[in-house]
């Protein structure tokens, strides 16, 4: 009898191991090394040019990024071990400058509260605390998610819990909830949240769902009004719903660089998920009427625009241009060099070490400081851009995009208040600003990214090979067997 022929090609297919591609975290290790070496040279140039002994505040500080981010580098390993390799140092140089300025206005705020005999509390060792936290948190991340694309489950989910995060300060008494005007806080005893920090996260997931599972209605479908598209307004109503209700929500807290930020990402995620210019093109028609109707309706946006036109005419007056104004003079005193680490005067700045933070950074480490710092934030998007594009979920590249975007949105947003490109706003500077939330949130956000990054590296399985088709019996070849003698019957045929 014919022995079954099979295909020697697919069974090597078959039995072979798949390529295994290198998962770089040699590389990701050696760039967190780096990250921490230039983080200890700054602290020690800090403490020289304040003309202090080198205190055990330095060990201290460098023991405790070390062993963070060796404790992040040991979770990427083991949860997402093709991430890519850039994303986590360029986090950390990040997150150990931010610790550097911060400690060393410290130190000048203490040396300013010893001559007036007040009492100063070092906020270095607090923001110390919430990286340990953050990094917990981006750890969780990791751990749970093990498949970015299982959020598209909870895509309204997500949506919901973001609406109510923004609103629950807008409904919340001011003095549990305002800030500098701003009511975008829960103060609970010493500790304090901005539920708008992650409620940014939620909205982006609920949108970069909400739109793969809308994507051809919204390039076909609908009515033609002047030219345009339209998806049918049962298809748009809940993307304008949520985008409304948040606008409204934050104009009404007064946080309007969170509106800004908020408007952007969702315009860009639009975008990318039709390839169609004409929604850009309706969004800053929108943005530019919303912005006039703020203009006409809330005091406080008229004192923002009249502090951004000419911050020295505005200089004395109660909410003025005096914290724009010594922003500039700072960025001026740094010049193209800069005054060096230590040798500046960053304190006289209001807030510092949270929304001016990148002013203290432009003094001391002077225009090309500055722009290498902006380099590092462009770097950490376009790696963020460039796993979401090769992820191969449309979920994942919206999410990516919507992320990476976020950090250059956010980036802009704050430098070009500080730098009087535009209004200024009270956002945070990623990774660098003093504070819990925003840092809790980005590392939140981080943790996301590498995910995506991890499934967009991480090599195929290979497919199984395909089996032949067995012939019907109908088909088959007829073959003439003899019986042995001895048998009843001679010479019959079986088939």
């Known amino acids: 009898m014919g022995q079954p022929v099979t295909d020697p090609s697919a069974a090597q297919y078959a039995t072979s191991p798949p390529r295994q591609l290198p998962t770089r975290r040699g590389t990701e290790l050696v760039l967190l090394a780096f990250a921490a070496v230039i983080v200890t040279g700054a602290l020690v140039l800090v403490e020289a040019n304040q003309e202090q002994e080198l205190s055990l505040s330095i060990l201290w500080l460098g023991l405790a990024f070390l062993g963070l981010f060796a404790g992040a580098h040991m979770a990427v390993r083991r949860w997402a071990p093709y991430a890519d390799p850039l994303i986590l140092p360029l986090v950390a140089l990040l997150n150990g400058l931010g610790l550097v300025m911060i400690h060393r206005i410290d130190l000048a705020l203490a040396e300013k509260a010893t001559q007036n005999n007040d009492d100063y509390s070092a ?130 807290e007064k946080d309007l660089g969170t509106s800004l930020l908020f408007f952007g990402v969702v315009l860009v995620m639009l975008y990318v998920a039709t390839e169609r210019i004409i929604w850009v093109v309706l969004g800053v028609g929108m943005f530019l009427v919303g912005c006039l109707i703020a203009f006409k309706l809330f005091t406080h946006v008229q004192q923002r625009v009249a502090n951004w036109m000419d911050p020295l005419e505005t200089y004395s007056d109660p909410g003025g241009g005096y914290q724009i104004a010594q922003g500039l003079f700072g960025l001026g005193t740094g010049g193209v060099g800069g005054t060096g680490l230590g040798a500046g005067r960053p304190e006289m700045v209001p807030a510092s070490n949270t929304d001016f933070i990148t002013a203290a950074i432009g003094e001391e480490l002077g225009f090309i ?24 979920d449309t979920f994942g590249k919206l999410l990516g995009g919507g992320l990476s975007f976020a950090i250059i949105m956010q980036v802009f947003v704050i430098v070009g208040g500080v730098t009087k490109l535009i209004p200024m706003t009270g956002i945070t500077t990623p990774f660098l600003s003093y504070g819990g939330s925003s840092l809790l949130a980005n590392y939140i956000l981080v943790a996301l990214l590498l995910r995506i990054s991890d499934a967009a590296r991480r090599p195929q399985a290979p497919a199984k090979p395909r089996q032949q088709p067995q012939a019907p019996i109908a088909d088959a070849h007829t073959v003439m067997v003899q019986r042995p003698s001895g048998s009843t019957g001679s010479g019959e045929a079986a088939r």
């Open 123 to 252: 906020e270095v060792g607090k923001q110390v605390v919430f990286t340990a936290l953050a990094l917990v948190l981006f750890l969780a991340v990791l751990i749970v998610v093990k498949d970015h694309r299982t959020l598209t489950r909870y895509g309204y989910t997500a949506g919901l819990i973001g609406i109510v995060a923004l609103a629950l300060p807008a409904v919340l008494p001011s003095s549990i909830s305002e800030v500098n005007g701003a009511k975008v806080w829960i103060k609970m005893g010493v500790a304090s949240i901005q539920p708008g920090e992650f409620a940014k996260i939620l909205l982006m997931i609920f949108f970069a769902s909400f739109l793969v599972s809308k994507r051809d209605l919204f390039m076909a479908a609908g009515k033609r009004v002047a030219g345009i598209e339209l998806p049918r307004a049962r298809d748009l109503g809940p993307i304008l719903i949520a985008a409304g209700a948040c606008l409204g929500i934050l104009v009404f």
């Open 369 to 392: 400081g500055l722009t290498a710092l902006l380099m590092i934030y462009l770097l950490l998007a376009m790696r963020g851009m460039r796993s979401a594009l090769a992820v191969r």
